[in-house]
T-cell receptor, first 109, second 115 residues
Framework: GEDVEQSLFLSVREGDSSVINCTYTDSSSTYLYWYKQEPGAGLQLLTYIFSNMDMKQDQRLTVLLNKKDKHLSLRIADTQTGDSAIYFCAERGNNDMRFGAGTRLTVKP | EAGVTQFPSHSVIEKGQTVTLRCDPISGHDNLYWYRRVMGKEIKFLLHFVKESKQDESGMPNNRFLAERTGGTYSTLKVQPAELEDSGVYFC?????????????FGPGTRLTVT
């Protein structure tokens, strides 16, 4: 099975909060990341969290990490139509990065 | 400063043919990575160069894939002969350092379609 799992789709209304969830399996992961991919573009690093933290906030983005349950979430406050994209969760252990399949966020006006 | 660029953006080839993908990393980035996303699934690591040396190629699926980075600048990924299951989006990324704190900058990807 996949090392990193995410739900594939999320649809919200403009102005609502979006919460994208992710579970991972490697307890030795040191960094966990959220990437955003807009149509036709590469992956853009949104934020990352070190494994000894449980929360990180950056403007409209809040990352929560539950290391015991190996659960990572990304909350986007006041979601805008420009936030529509695919969001990838990723973990990094000693060497390579492992990504989830991506969650396609659709923001309806 | 130019970001990571990849060429071509899209390639359509027939099964059995050869395709070469190119990645130009950000200038000065010693670390270069190749990833692949097949059929909307997870993005999987293929390999990692440090300058011209292969640091980790554990993700390369089989010997039909050959990656090179002569001179430690741009990199190529050749698929020969291509199979149907090789279809997907191939991403390249580069970073200054290889630690987890060092951000990997991704290119737009090359969409490979094998028919």
């Amino acid at each position: 099975g996949e090392d990193v799992e995410q739900s594939l789709f999320l649809s919200v209304r403009e102005g609502d909060s979006s919460v994208i969830n992710c579970t991972y399996t490697d307890s030795s992961s040191t960094y966990l990341y959220w990437y955003k991919q807009e149509p036709g573009a590469g992956l853009q690093l949104l934020t990352y969290i070190f494994s000894n933290m449980d929360m990180k906030q950056d403007q409209r983005l809040t990352v929560l990490l539950n290391k015991k349950d190996k659960h990572l979430s990304l909350r986007i406050a006041d979601t805008q139509t420009g936030d529509s994209a695919i969001y990838f969760c990723a973990e990094r252990g000693n060497n390579d990065m492992r990504f989830g399949a991506g969650t396609r966020l659709t923001v309806k006006p | 400063e130019a970001g990571v660029t990849q060429f071509p953006s899209h390639s359509v080839i027939e099964k059995g043919q050869t395709v070469t993908l190119r990645c130009d990393p950000i200038s000065g980035h010693d670390n270069l990575y190749w990833y692949r996303r097949v059929m909307g699934k997870e993005i999987k690591f293929l390999l990692h160069f440090v300058k011209e040396s292969k640091q980790d190629e554990s993700g390369m699926p089989n010997n039909r894939f050959l990656a090179e980075r002569t001179g430690g600048t741009y990199s190529t990924l050749k698929v020969q002969p291509a199979e149907l299951e090789d279809s997907g989006v191939y991403f390249c990324a580069s970073s200054q350092a290889s630690s987890g704190r060092s951000e990997q900058y991704f290119g737009p990807g090359t969409r490979l379609t094998v028919t």
